[in-house]
């Protein structure tokens, strides 16, 4: 079930992205050859019009193969060469191959959307303004840190805590503790438990403490009016914390000390969104939100074969007024789609490996 629902919000996150690249070459009067879901073999595939629609065999990516985007003869000077990729003006083909990106965007913000019409699960930190409006409000565990008492004991994410409604009372019960062994109630599934967890010193300076974020949450529902603009804010929030770790990963990465086991491939991906379908309908639309928002950001690195390399292209071309020799920007793109399938490779393997370690 896991890998089917992977299947299929991988198969709708790739559509919409590749349905940008689509229709905004349609608006510029660019011919697309080919519509495709997935790489390899052809598993369907039909003709409508002059574009090939396909289903292949490798269901983990998918393309749009535009005329003109990898110049030949044809495309230079053929027949057709006036509804060419490489024949349209530069902005013409800027808007092409950033319309990916930001159908992605829109998709995520649509997500939001639906999810703060509908009813989600949020921290009231996150959303003041809207504290009045939070329903069943309980203080929720946020974060376990690795080997701490708190883990020792079983806590878990998403863990309520019942011992009180105040998170200041929690944490001063755990520091009057002295160290002492405490029970700490908590609700998971609809059962409630109880776990005995000894507070230490060095966590937290100069207090006892288990090891454990909490925040206080609750269900919160928005007017469509309200949840359209709190779309959008959210959707640019994530927009920003997601370029902002890609920038700190790739700084740390240059300095030698850049942390692997953060990157994740689609075995990874497929188990967190499989988790998040196991928490409800709107987890999963946040989750596919999200996974939206990451494609969109990281189309946009200028890397070879990406999006944001192609459009570096369109860039340099603009300045330099020339465009850049065919056969040497074909096999730049062409060693870097290699190098991007062999990264996937490799996650995929520590994916793997992981499960079984």
């Known amino acids: 079930m896991t890998a089917l629902i992977f299947l299929i919000v991988l198969a709708i996150l790739i559509f919409v992205h590749e349905l940008g690249h689509f229709l905004a070459a349609r608006a510029c009067g660019i011919r697309v050859d080919v519509f495709a879901l997935g790489f390899g073999p052809r ?65 995520a913000a649509i997500l939001y959307i639906i999810v703060f019409s509908f009813g989600v699960t949020a921290t009231t930190s996150g959303f003041e303004k809207y504290a009045d409006q939070f329903d069943n409000p309980r203080v929720m565990v946020t974060y376990v840190s690795p080997g701490s008492p708190a883990e020792t004991a079983g806590l878990k994410t998403g863990d309520v805590l019942t011992m009180s409604e105040s998170i200041e009372s929690i944490q001063t019960t755990i520091n009057e503790s002295k160290g002492k062994p405490i029970s700490i109630a908590y609700i998971r599934d609809d059962i409630t438990q109880t776990s005995m967890v000894t507070p230490i010193i060095g966590i937290v300076a100069d207090k006892y403490a288990i090891g454990i974020s909490m925040d206080r949450v609750g269900t919160l529902q928005l007017p469509i009016g309200h949840a359209i603009i709190e779309g959008f804010v959210y959707t640019w929030g994530m927009m920003k914390l997601t370029v902002f770790g890609l920038g700190d990963f790739f700084e740390n990465l240059f300095k030698g000390n850049a942390d692997f086991t953060a990157v994740t491939g689609p075995i990874g991906i497929a188990k967190i969104v499989g988790d998040a ?13 999200l996974i939206s928002i990451n494609l969109g950001v990281i189309n946009l690195i200028p890397f070879p074969a990406l999006d944001g390399g192609r459009l570096l292209f369109v860039i340099i071309e603009s300045f330099i007024r020339r465009r850049i020799p065919v056969t040497f920007a074909n096999m730049v793109n062409m060693i870097g789609f290699g190098l991007l399938m062999l990264l996937m490779i490799v996650v995929t393997y520590k994916d793997v490996v992981k499960l079984f370690w």
């Open 43 to 107: 598993l369907i595939s039909w003709k409508r019009k002059e574009t090939e629609y396909a289903l292949n065999a490798i269901p983990f990516g998918g393309y749009v193969k535009i005329f003109g985007e990898n110049p030949d003869e044809e495309s230079l000077n053929g027949p057709h060469s006036h509804r060419s990729f490489v024949n349209k003006p530069r902005w013409q083909q800027a808007i092409v191959l950033v319309a990916g990106v930001f159908f992605n965007f829109i998709f």
């Open 277 to 289: 379908a196991g928490l409800g309908f709107t987890y999963l639309l946040m989750i596919t939100a």
